[in-house]
Structures are given as structure tokens and as C-alpha cells.
């Protein structure tokens, strides 16, 4: 039996059996051979929530059943995650996950006046349900008409299927999207001045269940073309509230071609966040990547991306900042690298506060035919708080051997002495100082989104919750 579902307004009715694979299990014996061909069955939880996405969807893009009925096959042999079970979990205590029954938001998307977007081309997804989707080059799948733009999100999907690095939660996606925004700009046209904003909000059921939502988002920049791409998360109302959002972008950069792409993650402090991010990389071809992440109780960012070309550019910045008592942040990326004279740089910083929890897994994979390639990876953590944990893993496997690849990680739990000298040298107090050097330390990095308007709240946003989560820690020093 599913958990049961939250108040009606959250509640969606079943469907009858689509013609994909089913999660029911039969109770009628079966034969020999059946029984040595069916996958091993994963746990219930696995099971129910699949289950329960799989009855929320109750009409969708056709172009969405191989991608579905892939991630479907694959629940059926996946456990659940632990810390002692999954090597990618080892740091990552996901039991939150597990605190509430699971729920999932109505057919149709609550009636909440959109937040206001400074771009012109916009897109509001609410609980996982497209609201809105204006701009030239943007529209949902299932409005795609026959064409390029509906040829090539139809084989990225068909290859999506065949992901070999996903996990349940990139399943559990695949299942329960209800559609998938696609952004795509034809070849040769630029358009990174003008980003599309990509607003995620996300609303609470009431405290029996977690509303769990599954957005999808395609980018597709074809050859010598440029797009810009901001994602925003957040909880609608005052605090937000518990839910689960598990969102997925997947982003091809055809050769020649640049993306620029911006994510600022401030969910609700009681929420969970577990998120995908595949990118694939042809020749000659730009990927920007700036992340901010400040909120959410839980908060899981994979980001992989795949070099399919020569001469390919990838720079990679994120910020992650644990400011309330048990809060989770982890981000565990991957850049495999197959071709001849890549660059990529990554800058990973992390401030852990309180009793907060940040995890760093950065794998650079440098193959045999990736000569001449040239990968740098940079982490900086600091712990302010006795009783705030860092767990970090930077990680480079170079199997070519013309190559220049490096990787540094510090971890302090204090500001560089001469750096507070240089403020109090110059009639600056130490607190002061301490809390100017913070918030450049985190501001490094968001100054990098490179649209004002996002930047300048992501900067306001950062600044408070810091100095809240200051306030905090002297207090808790001083009891």
C-alpha cells in the first residue's frame, strides 16, 4: 500500500495503467524463466514512490516514454541509498528523505501570482508543473512542433535513457516530470545577453507528508551558438515550508557553442534538494557554470559533464554555505575528459556554520586520447564553528600522459592572520574585518553570475544569512 496522500488540494487521483512498465507486483507465482530474466527487486520505499510518480503523471509528451520506461526498469533493481551501502553516499546522510510520507502536487499548478523576472524570456515552473513559458527560443516539450527544435529534444531524450551514471533520484525524475522545458537556439544565433530566467518555486503541504516535485529542463545550443541560463529555486511563502524538489537540466553544447549557466539554490530551511546537472560538451565548445547554494535542510547537487569533442572550454564555480544546525550540503561533480587539448577549471568554496554539513566530491577524468589537456581543481573550506563538519575529496584520474593537470584543497577553521592584520593596521576592529573577509570569501564567487540582477540579490541574500549564522555561533561559544 502507498503512504496516503496529503490534504486534496496536494492529492492526485490514479490513472488507469499506462501501456509502460508497471511497479504492481504480482502475487501469482512466476515461472522459472521469467524469474531468472526480472531484475532483482528494490526496496518498498523505492517501490512507492515510484509507484505514486508513476499514477501522478496522467498525460505527457510521447517523446518522454523511452527516457520513462528506461528510469522505470531501473527503479525495479535500485536500493535505497546509505551511507554504508552506496560508496557516493559514504558523507551524505539522506535519512531526511525518509522523515515524511511522500506526496505529490496536484494536476494542476496553485494559483500564486508569479514572482517578477528582470529578462524578457522567463519560464515559472510551481511543485514541478509549468505555469509559464515565454521567449523565442523557449517552449515546453509537448507544444514543440514538427521540426528542428522537436527533432533534436526527442534524441536527447532517446539518449538520456541510455545515462549510465544516474541514480534513483535521477530516476525518480524521469518518471514522475510531468513536461520538460526546452531551450533551443538554432545555429549561429547569440543570445547570451539576454538570459533565459528559469524560476522554480516550490510550496508546502502541511506537516503530515513531503510534497515531492520532479521539474525538467533540456538546453540545446546548437553549433556556434550562445544562450545563458539562470536557475532559481525557492520556497513561495515566508518560510517555505517541507518539500522535496528534484529537479533535472540537461545541457548539449554543440560545437563551437556557448552556455552560460547560473543556479542560485535558496530553498526553505526544512526542505530537501536533490538535483542533476549532465552536461555535454562537442569541439570547440564553452560551458560557464556558477552555483550558489545557501538553503534547504538536505541539499544533493550532482553535476557531470562529458567532453564528446577537441579543444572543449569548461569553467565550473560554486559556493555552498551551511548556516543552520544540521543542515546538508553536498555537491559531487564529474568532468570526464576523452579528447585532445581540453581546459577546465574548477573552483569549489564551502563555509560550514553551526553544526552544518558540507561534502565536496570533485572527480576530473583525464583518458588516454586527452593529451595536451590542461584541468586545474581548487577547493576552500572554512569552519567556523567546533562543531561544524567538512568532508572533501578532490579527485584526478589521468590516464594520458601529456598533460597538465593540478588540484588543491585547504581546509581552516580561521581567516588568514596577515589578511585580519592588514584591516586592523588601518584602525579596522577585528569583527569588522572578520566579517568583511567572509563575506568577500563568498562573494568571490557570486560576483561571477554575471546578470545584476541575480547577483545582486544572491550577494544580499548571502550577507544575511551569514551574519545571522555568526550571531548564532558566538552566542553558542559564549553559553
Excluded at 553516499?89 to 506526496?103: N, Q
Aim: glycine share 4%; aromatic share 6%; with cysteine.
Amino acid at each position: 500500500m502507498s503512504p496516503p496522500l496529503c490534504a486534496a488540494s496536494c492529492s492526485t487521483a490514479l490513472r488507469a495503467p499506462p501501456p509502460l512498465l508497471r511497479f504492481r507486483r504480482s502475487t501469482a507465482p512466476a515461472s522459472a524463466s521469467l524469474a531468472r530474466a526480472a531484475p532483482a527487486v528494490s526496496d518498498d520505499l523505492v517501490l512507492r514512490i515510484a509507484e505514486q510518480l508513476e499514477d501522478s503523471v496522467t498525460s505527457s509528451s510521447p517523446l518522454l516514454d523511452p527516457l520513462r520506461s528506461a528510469s522505470a526498469l531501473s527503479l525495479l533493481s535500485t536500493p535505497w541509498p546509505t551511507r554504508r551501502s552506496s560508496e557516493a553516499f559514504r558523507f551524505t546522510d539522506i535519512s531526511y528523505l525518509r522523515s515524511f510520507p511522500i506526496s505529490l502536487p496536484a494536476s494542476r499548478a496553485p494559483d500564486l501570482a508569479p514572482p517578477a523576472s528582470p529578462s524578457p524570456s522567463h519560464v515559472l515552473f510551481s511543485d514541478g508543473i509549468l505555469v509559464s513559458a515565454s521567449g523565442a527560443h523557449v517552449s515546453a516539450l509537448a507544444d514543440l512542433p514538427p521540426g528542428r527544435a522537436r527533432d533534436r529534444a526527442a534524441a536527447a531524450l532517446a539518449a538520456s535513457a541510455e545515462f549510465a551514471h544516474k541514480d534513483l533520484f535521477y530516476d525518480f525524475n524521469a518518471v514522475g516530470a510531468r513536461d520538460v522545458v526546452v531551450v533551443h537556439v538554432p545555429e549561429g544565433v547569440k543570445v547570451a545577453d539576454d538570459p533565459v530566467h528559469i524560476m522554480f518555486t516550490y510550496t508546502n503541504c502541511g506537516a503530515e507528508s513531503m510534497l515531492m516535485s520532479n521539474p525538467r529542463i533540456l538546453v540545446v545550443a546548437e553549433e556556434e551558438a550562445e544562450v545563458a541560463i539562470v536557475e532559481e529555486h525557492f520556497g513561495a511563502g515566508e518560510d517555505g515550508g517541507c518539500y522535496w524538489a528534484n529537479p533535472v537540466a540537461e545541457i548539449i553544447v554543440d560545437a563551437g557553442a556557448r552556455v552560460v549557466h547560473s543556479y542560485v539554490q535558496r530553498q526553505s530551511f526544512a526542505a530537501a534538494h536533490t538535483k542533476w546537472t549532465v552536461v555535454q560538451q562537442d569541439s570547440s565548445s564553452k560551458y560557464e557554470f556558477v552555483e550558489v547554494s545557501t538553503g534547504a535542510k538536505l541539499n544533493r547537487h550532482n553535476l557531470h559533464i562529458q567532453q564528446l569533442g577537441p579543444e572543449t572550454e569548461t569553467e565550473l564555480s560554486t559556493l555552498h554555505l551551511t548556516s543552520q544546525n544540521k543542515q546538508i550540503h553536498d555537491l559531487h561533480s564529474k568532468l570526464i575528459l576523452d579528447h585532445p587539448r581540453a581546459f577546465s577549471r574548477q573552483l569549489h568554496k564551502c563555509i560550514a556554520c553551526g553544526t552544518g554539513n558540507s561534502i565536496f566530491d570533485g572527480n576530473i577524468k583525464v583518458n588516454r586520447y586527452a593529451q595536451q589537456t590542461d584541468a586545474g581543481q581548487e577547493t576552500k573550506c572554512l569552519v567556523l564553528s567546533p562543531k561544524a563538519l567538512v568532508n572533501v575529496k578532490p579527485n584526478l584520474q589521468i590516464i594520458a600522459d601529456d598533460v597538465k593537470c593540478t588540484h588543491g584543497a585547504a581546509i581552516s577553521g580561521e581567516l588568514d592572520p596577515n589578511e585580519l592584520f592588514y584591516f586592523q593596521a588601518r584602525g579596522i576592529n577585528a569583527k569588522t574585518a572578520t566579517d568583511a573577509l567572509l563575506y568577500f570569501f563568498g562573494a568571490h564567487v557570486i560576483k561571477r553570475i554575471p546578470f545584476k540582477p541575480i547577483n545582486e540579490k544572491a550577494l544580499a541574500q548571502f550577507k544575511e544569512l551569514l551574519a545571522s549564522s555568526r550571531q548564532t555561533t558566538d552566542e553558542a561559544l559564549l553559553s
